[in-house]
């Protein structure tokens, strides 16, 4: 990494109140691999370094935002895609015990692989679809918390993540600008499959400006087991 990639990830960090100078090797060796792996499998859209610490890096970690992530919470990260959130948070959080999650295979054997690479044995990524892991007695309310970073609206995560949690546990979205509508559609959601919206952060990125939310919902009965509905179709009818 560049000493300006350095400085802007420092920067980025600083702003969430995290020392990032122990992990500093492994976020580089993480830019290195991300940018070799695009080039093989076209990854990620953002290709600058510039782009890479700010908006997959220091975007991820921004997940950190109001402590829902402090703890040794086994974790999934819904929809990992090149492992974003999950990488960065399991670089500067040893203690969460991670667990990428999408359907597409090369990007989790991706993910799987650089974890490797970085000595990150607590990340273990999973191929899968959340529809299927929510109805399966290995995942279903088995988990701490849950995040995910620009997967779908939020009615739609509701239905796909809510199931995941243990009675009491937390999901963090994290999405860009919230119109009051999806907010609205997602607390009505988050009600039918047992939880409830209990805090919206909207904040904006460093340097960029760039306008992010962060909205926290727990999870505070059991889930209906008719959720999450059959493959494709929490996108296709959301509930709200
Ligand atoms: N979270 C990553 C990020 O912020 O860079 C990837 C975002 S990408 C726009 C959305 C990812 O979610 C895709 O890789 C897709 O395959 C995955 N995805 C969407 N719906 C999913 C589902 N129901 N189950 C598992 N993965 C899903």
New binding site residues.
Partial sequence: MTPEGLALLRRGAEELQLDVTPHEAQFARLLALLRSGNERLNL?ALKTEEDIVLK?FV??LTTLRGGHLDGAYRTL?????????ALPLAIVRPELDLVP????RK?IDFVRDTAAELGLSHVTPQV??????GQSAEHREQYDRVV?????ALPVLAE?ALPLLRVGGVFVA?KGPLSDEELDAGRRAAGEVGGRVIEVDPFTLPVSGDARTLIVLEKQRPTPARYPRR??V??HQPLF
């Fill in positions: 990620t997959h975007d991820s990260d819904l929809g990992t895609g090149a492992g974003f959130p999650l999408d359907s597409i990007k899968g679809r959340a529809e299927t892991l995910a970073r620009a997967v779908a796909l994290q493959e494709g929490p996108t």
